[in-house]
């Protein structure tokens, strides 16, 4: 999601002074760090593992093993053919009376290598039936005979209950690609959206990196990706995020909308629970994490628990405490010390209210800052970067209104992006944010995960509020509230008179930011999911089209785009980049807005057009994309300190069109007209470029498709409002293209067609809206 902006500003942070001096470490060492770090993490879930993460054995199972060995034992059958005698005659002679003992222990040391032994030869068979990628280049509804069966060999492998880190080890590493096919692919990508001159140019410089350069920074990568888990993602991490030296506030956040509060402290507290126990896939950082600035680099630190949340209201800082001795307190319990909060007078202290501006101030300003608070303040700070996560009890309304649903809605995604700009911390995790109304929503930094994890936690508070916690009939959270609980604390800061100066600089570019920022929010109900899948397309395919014809209504040309897909599949996987703006994407606009080419020919046009993108997602999936090997390429040269003019040139491009599509994952097992109230309408982000646009959408059940869209008043190219009608248009031409081709199809069968079919949409032509082309910039 806002990664493409975190992306395209992560070279000055190379070419720092201080950037400098810490690349100037030996390649090698860096990757023996690298490695170092990888394994650091593996043994610090030892215990874990040997709990949990044995799968499909279990400490039970190696119980098992060895009561049968011990039966063939007493049954005089020897199942280790010697071997369990070769180990008495090892073990020390403790006497006569003790003969029994050494034949228990030799039977307990034979159980366990053979237990060991079956373990690593099912983990070693399962990473390689998980490096199988071939069921994703299947056409879309066709399972082959392959696929079945390796669909049955990985689940009797994998075992009945795997628990969140079960599969880590028997995941595969991500491949390093090959240098000349990323080469290639880069300049297929780029093909569209530049000149002949200019085209000419960087593949000459493409040329050049591959004679001169290329075959040593790829050596270095494939060192790295035998040594390390990941040869990309910790480098992911620290250089476009953690390293950078920018605002987090919509550079670094994104936000998820919902429309109830009441119980979500509980259900996300109930979802760490079941995170803890390792009932759950997701992260083990979503909660008890912080983003801890530094002058030149920013660290994550994450908390084993915290049995607090840290709570703002109108400028004041509570810590809240979310468990007894008796466990977790009850949402009517955790209502009650909200509402306690709500009630109390008192006002905030000096620069306290606007404290939380330092967040969203440049990093380094912010860490240097955070040196300087005196002892009291360092304590409440400590209690809100220890804290599971944050909450921002805001004094205004926010959510769908049906006076102004437009005006509301872009409003709602505003503050959720932005605030006020004092009113969130944006160093935590997450911030759940919740409006006077009761609508909620939540700000999620985005170094420490990407979106489908904290989507899917999102989707867990929402159902288990909608299906599980409930209300009671007085509108308050079911339960009995427990007067003996203490008041909430009040953090004091005690801040010195010479941060109050920073404090106002980072209010004002907080400010600045905010009020530049535009949010577009719009649910598209002429279709959705359903129409989408009648047709046997993919749907993110489908919407990336659209979003292609729109962008060149909007602007008048193409643009590089830059869509956001899991890599998952592969030990600590995180993203990659798909290309969007294809050659065959651009075939399919120009022929919609020539007036001369026939829908059949969009039609045709356009399911080429798809097929190119579903091979570039699956590719991207599969660990075969261009983005993270030419970054990783780019990290190389800096430590080698080597100039490539092409790597340059690859991470000086801007993204104008950045998109994500927020995935559903638990939602759609119950019915979203049913529960309105608890469907998230997904979430939005910041644009990558000054004058670009940030797009992300989210299918709502079949029928509904909500987009959220991104820009900066600033620019006087974008316009978040004028886009959105043009994706609304694009939407319903592409769709009409199938319509007409069906209509034609059965006048060709005699059919009658004169009735309405019930794939019906509004009337519409092709190029029946003239295009506010903005073209003049």
């Known amino acids: 999601m806002a990664e493409a902006h975190q992306a395209v500003g992560f070279r000055p942070s190379l070419t720092s002074d201080a950037g400098e001096v810490e690349l100037s470490a030996p390649m090698l060492q860096e990757i023996y760090l690298s490695g170092l770090r990888s394994w650091k993490r593996h043994l610090s879930r030892f215990w874990n593992d040997f709990l949990t993460g044995v799968f499909p054995a279990s400490p039970l199972s190696w119980l098992f093993l060895f009561s049968a060995i011990q039966l063939a034992w007493f049954l005089q059958l020897d199942p280790s053919l010697g071997l369990m005698e070769k180990i008495k005659e090892l073990l020390p002679d403790w006497g006569g009376q003790h003969h029994r003992l050494r034949g228990v222990l ?48 990985v689940h009797i492998f994998s075992g009945r209950h795997p628990m969140l880190f079960s599969y880590q080890r028997s995941l595969p590493r991500q491949p390093v690609p090959s240098v000349q096919d990323t080469v290639r692919k880069y300049l297929e990508s780029v093909r569209p959206v530049l000149s002949d001159e200019d085209f000419d140019w960087t593949a000459a410089l493409a040329r050049e990196f591959l004679r001169l350069q290329a075959s040593l920074l790829q050596w270095y990568l494939q060192l790295k990706s035998w040594w390390a888990s990941n040869y990309v993602s910790d480098w992911w991490e620290e250089f476009v995020y953690l390293r950078s030296r920018n605002s987090l506030m919509v550079n670094s956040n994104y936000y998820m909308m919902a429309a109830r509060a009441g119980n979500a402290v509980h259900a996300l507290l109930l979802y760490r629970h079941r995170l803890n126990r390792q009932e759950i896939l997701p992260y083990e950082k979503i909660f008890n994490t912080t983003r801890i600035p530094g002058v030149h680099k920013d660290h994550i630190r994450h908390l084993r628990d915290s049995r607090h949340v840290a709570v703002f209201h109108r400028g004041r800082f509570f810590r809240v405490g979310t468990h007894t001795q008796s466990g977790l307190l009850s949402p009517r319990a955790l209502e009650q010390q909200f509402q306690r909060i709500l009630d109390d007078p008192s006002p905030a202290c000096p620069h306290e209210e606007h404290l939380a501006a330092l967040t969203a101030a440049p990093r380094d300003m912010w860490a240097q800052v955070r040196r300087s608070l005196k002892t009291q303040a360092q304590e409440a700070l400590e209690a809100v970067e220890g804290a599971a ?43 759940l944010i919740v409006f006077s109304n009761g609508k909620l929503g939540l700000s999620v930094e985005h170094s420490w995960a990407d979106c ?40 004091h800061w005690d801040l010195p008179d010479k941060i109050h100066l920073s404090i106002s600089l980072a209010l004002r570019g907080a400010k600045t930011l905010s009020g530049n920022i535009d949010c577009h929010v719009f649910p598209f109900s002429h279709f959705g999911k359903s129409f989408i899948k009648r047709w046997h397309l993919s749907s993110d395919s489908f919407i990336q089209m659209a979003l292609q014809l729109a962008y060149f209504r909007d602007r008048g040309q193409f643009c590089l785009t830059y869509e956001s897909t899991m890599t998952r599949l592969f030990l600590e996987g995180r993203t990659e980049t798909v290309r969007s703006c294809t050659r065959e994407a651009c075939n399919f606009v120009r022929a919609m807005e020539d007036k001369e080419k026939t829908d059949p020919q969009c039609l045709a ?21 261009v983005d993270r090997h030419l970054f990783a390429l780019y990290i190389v040269s800096q430590f080698l300190h080597l100039q490539s003019p092409f790597l340059d040139q690859v991470h000086s491009e801007q993204w104008q069109l950045a998109t994500s599509q927020i995935p559903v994952q638990q939602i759609h097992l119950f019915d979203a007209h049913s529960y309105p109230d608890y469907v998230s309408s997904g979430g939005g982000f910041g644009p990558a470029d000054d004058h670009g646009y940030g797009v992300s959408y989210i299918f709502m059940g079949d029928d509904v498709i909500t987009f959220h869209i991104s820009s900066k008043k600033s620019s006087t190219r974008t316009d978040s409002h004028r886009l959105g009608q043009h994706i609304e248009d694009a939407l319903l031409d592409v769709a009409a293209l199938f319509q007409e081709g069906q209509r034609l199809k059965r006048r060709g069968l005699g059919e009658d067609d004169s009735g309405h079919s019930r794939d019906s949409l509004p009337c519409h032509t092709r190029g029946s809206r003239a295009p506010t082309t903005a073209t003049n910039f």
């Open 452 to 491: 489908p994890i904290s989507g899917h936690m999102w989707e867990f508070t929402l159902a288990t509020e909608c299906f599980q916690l409930g209300y009671a009939a007085d509108g308050h959270c079911k339960g009995h509230p427990d007067l003996s609980l203490p008041q909430p604390q009040r953090l």
């Open 605 to 625: 046009l356009f399911r080429l057009a798809v097929d190119k993108h579903q091979a570039l997602l699956k590719a991207a999936m599969s660990g075969q994309g």
């Open 389 to 431: 996560f944050f909450v921002s009890l805001d004094s205004e309304p926010a959510g769908l209104t049906r006076e102004d649903p437009a005006a509301s809605l872009d409003a709602y995604a505003h503050a959720l992006l932005a605030g006020r700009g004092h009113d969130r911390w944006f160093d935590k995790s997450f911030s």
């Open 106 to 153: 030799a039977a307990a040391l034979f159980a366990s290598c053979l237990w060991g032994a079956l373990i690593f030869t099912l983990h070693v068979a399962l990473r390689l039936l998980l490096s199988y990628h071939g069921w994703l280049l299947q056409p879309h509804g066709a399972t082959s005979s392959r696929t079945k069966t390796w669909l049955a060999l």
